[in-house]
C-alpha cells in the first residue's frame, strides 16, 4: 500500500522532502500545504531584488504548483494553512486562506517544515506601523520595495546587523538609498569574531552606510526611529532584521517535544517524538559537531540535507548524521566575508582549549593585477592542533578558502592535515603555498613554540604602555605610515644594527603582514632574543581593526597614517 506524506512548509526544506520522497517512490501521495502564495521560492535571493540585482520579483519563485504537479506528481497547495496537528488520529485541519473554509486531511507520514518568523518585539512603540517591514518570502520583498519605489523614499534604516539586515542595507544602498544600519551589539556579522567584524564595518562606512552600534529601537515613527541612548535617526521605511525564533506554535500544541534551544527536538533521522512525524529546517534544533550541544541554524545546505535524510528514512534508508558545524557566506559591496566552525566567542563558550593564527598574504600572486590581501583567521583546538574554524574576508576567493576548512573540520582534520593538503595552483587563481596553508604552517609553528605572538586587538595597549615596537618595514614605508612611538629597522638592516635592540625587555616586531617580521623574529632568537614577540596581522591588521573605532569615537590614533593595501 502507498504512503501518504503531507508537507507542511513548501520552501527549501519541505520541497526537498517531497522530491526526495517522489524519486524514492513513484506511488506516494505527496502533498505539500504552504500558507504563503508560493512555494520553492529563493529565499536567499530575496534581498537582491531590492538593487535591481534580481530585476523581476516573479523571478524568485523557482517552481509553481502546476510545474510541481506535472515534473513531479506532487500536489502543493498554497495560500493553505495548517492550523491544527491531530497526532492521535494521525489527521491536520487546513484553512483555504482564500475561502476561508477548513477540512481535514489524514497522513502516514506527516513533515514539518514550517521555518522561522521575524523577531519584532512589541516594547517598540510604533512597530506595527505601515512603514515597518520583514523580509522573509516574496510577499514581503515585493511589498518593501513597492512602498520605496511608490512613496519615493530615500531615508531607510535596517534594524539588525545579522545577514538578512547587512544584506538588505547593501542592495539598498547599491539602489542608491540613504541607509542607516542599527545594531544594538558592539558588531555586525556575529559568526565573526570582533577583530575580523572591524573590516566588514569599515567596507560598510566606506560605501556610505551609516552604522550605529551598541543602541537599540526604542520607537518608530513615520519620518524617523528613536534609539534606547535618545538619538534620533532619519527614516520613513524600517526593516527589521534582528534575528528569527523557530515556528514551533503547531508543534507545541500537538504535545511535540521542544529542545532547549526552542527548536523542535529530534532525533539523528529527523523524527520528532511522534514516530509519524518528522520536522526539518529552520524550525528544529540540531547537533553542532564541534561544541557537542544542541544548536539552532537557520541555513538553507543545511536544511536539504535534512530533508534527504527524512524522506530516506521513511524508506529504512539509513543514513550518517554527522551534525553541523555552520558554513556561510555573504558579500558586502566589494568584500566576500566567509565563516565556518567555531570562532574566538563560540570556542570560549563551549570551554574548549583554543589557540588562532590571523594572516593576511595575498589571495593571488602579487604580479596579477586583481591581487588583494586576505584577511585569514584559523581557530584551532590547544593542545591537540584541531581544526575548529575559520573566517576570511578580502576580495579574492573567500568561499573556497573557507570550504576547504569545512571539509578538514567535517573529516576531523589537524593543522598538520592542512598543512600536507595539496591545492591547485596557479598566479590567477592563488598562490603556490596557498592562504590556508600558510595559516597551518604559522599555527603549527606557534603550536610547537617556535615563536610567540601578540593579536592586534593589544597593540593599542602595548603603544599607550610605551613598549618597544620595531618596524621591519623598508624605509618609505614607514615614512608613509607607522606606529606612533616604532622604532624603524628595515629586515634588510636588522643585523647590523643589534645594539638597538633591547635584550632586557620584550620586543614587538611588525611589518605589513607579518612575513618580514617573523623571519625579523627568527633571526633575533637565533642570535640570542628570547623576548621577541611577532604582532600577528601588522601594519594591515592594526589599521583595518583601529580604523572604524578611530572614526565613529574621534579617539586619538596610535599610528600616523592608515594603510589597506
Not at 598566479?427 to 603556490?432: H, N, S, V
Not at 617573523?518 to 581593526?545: D, E, F, H, T
Request: aromatic content about 8%; hydrophobic content about 40%; overall charge negative.
Amino acid at each position: 500500500m502507498s504512503k501518504r506524506i503531507l508537507i507542511i512548509g513548501g520552501v527549501a526544506g519541505g520541497a526537498s522532502v517531497a522530491a526526495r520522497a517522489r524519486r524514492i517512490d513513484e506511488a506516494a501521495e505527496i502533498i505539500m500545504f504552504e500558507k504563503g502564495p508560493h512555494v520553492s521560492f529563493s529565499n536567499c535571493s530575496l534581498p537582491f531584488h531590492l538593487s535591481g540585482i534580481v530585476e523581476n520579483g516573479d523571478d524568485l519563485v523557482l517552481m509553481s504548483p502546476e510545474q510541481f504537479r506535472n515534473q513531479y506528481n506532487i500536489e502543493a497547495r498554497v495560500s493553505s494553512e495548517v492550523t491544527k496537528i491531530k497526532k492521535e488520529e494521525k489527521k491536520i485541519v487546513v484553512k483555504d486562506m482564500i475561502t476561508g473554509k477548513e477540512y481535514e486531511e489524514s497522513y502516514d507520514k506527516l513533515v514539518l517544515s514550517p521555518g522561522a518568523r521575524p523577531i519584532l518585539p512589541k516594547t517598540i512603540e510604533g512597530i506595527t506601523g505601515p512603514n515597518v517591514f520583514t523580509v522573509r518570502n516574496v510577499v514581503d520583498i515585493k511589498k518593501l520595495k513597492g512602498y520605496i519605489d511608490e512613496n519615493n523614499i530615500e531615508d531607510i534604516a535596517v534594524i539588525g546587523g545579522g545577514f538578512i539586515g547587512v544584506e538588505v542595507a547593501e542592495n539598498l544602498r547599491l539602489a542608491g538609498k540613504n541607509i542607516s544600519l542599527i545594531e544594538a551589539l558592539d558588531q555586525v556579522m556575529s559568526p565573526f569574531d570582533y577583530d575580523m567584524a572591524q573590516i566588514l564595518q569599515k567596507e560598510m562606512m566606506d560605501k556610505g552606510v551609516k552604522l550605529i552600534l551598541s543602541d537599540g529601537v526604542k520607537k518608530i515613527s513615520g519620518d524617523f526611529i528613536e534609539l534606547q541612548s535618545g538619538k534620533k535617526v532619519s527614516a520613513k521605511a524600517v526593516v527589521m532584521a534582528i534575528g528569527v525564533s523557530p515556528e514551533t506554535s503547531l508543534a507545541k500544541e500537538a504535545g511535540l517535544e521542544i529542545g532547549v534551544t526552542g527548536g523542535i527536538k529530534v532525533d539523528h533521522n529527523y523524527l520528532t517524538n511522534d514516530k509519524d512525524i518528522y520536522a526539518v529546517g529552520d524550525a528544529i534544533e540540531v547537533y553542532n559537531k564541534l561544541t557537542h550541544k544542541p544548536s539552532r541554524l537557520a541555513l538553507a545546505g543545511p536544511a536539504q540535507r535534512q530533508a534527504r535524510a527524512a524522506a530516506d528514512n521513511m524508506y529504512n534508508i539509513h543514513h550518517n548524521n554527522n551534525g553541523v558545524i555552520g558554513s556561510s557566506v555573504v558579500q558586502i559591496f566589494d568584500l566576500g566575508a566567509a565563516s565556518t566552525g567555531l570562532n574566538e566567542k563560540s570556542a570560549k563558550a563551549a570551554g574548549i582549549s583554543y589557540d588562532f593564527v590571523y594572516i593576511i598574504p595575498g589571495d593571488k600572486v602579487g604580479l596579477m593585477k586583481n591581487s588583494s590581501p586576505m584577511h585569514f583567521k584559523l581557530i584551532y583546538e590547544y593542545p591537540t592542533g584541531r581544526i575548529l574554524g575559520a573566517q576570511a574576508i578580502g576580495k579574492g576567493n573567500v568561499d573556497k578558502r573557507i570550504d576547504i576548512i569545512a571539509t578538514m573540520i567535517t573529516m576531523g582534520g589537524t593543522l598538520e592535515d592542512l598543512k600536507e593538503l595539496e591545492l591547485c595552483y596557479s598566479p590567477l587563481f592563488g598562490t603556490a603555498k596557498d592562504v590556508v596553508n600558510y595559516a597551518a604552517l604559522v599555527a603549527l609553528n606557534l603550536l610547537y613554540g617556535k615563536f610567540k605572538q601578540v593579536p592586534v586587538t593589544k597593540v593599542r595597549e602595548l603603544v599607550e604602555n610605551g613598549e618597544f615596537i620595531l618596524d621591519v618595514r623598508e624605509a618609505h614605508e614607514y615614512a608613509e605610515g607607522h606606529i606612533n612611538n616604532a622604532l624603524n629597522i628595515p629586515l634588510s638592516e636588522i643585523r647590523g644594527r643589534l645594539n638597538e635592540i633591547p635584550k632586557d625587555k620584550p620586543v614587538y616586531l611588525h611589518c605589513r603582514s607579518s612575513q618580514r617580521s617573523y623571519n625579523a623574529v627568527m633571526a633575533l632568537q637565533n642570535l640570542g632574543y628570547n623576548n621577541v614577540i611577532n604582532i600577528s596581522g601588522s601594519y594591515l591588521g592594526i589599521c583595518c581593526y583601529e580604523y572604524y573605532e578611530d572614526q565613529v569615537t574621534g579617539r586619538e590614533k596610535i599610528l600616523t597614517e592608515y594603510n589597506f593595501n
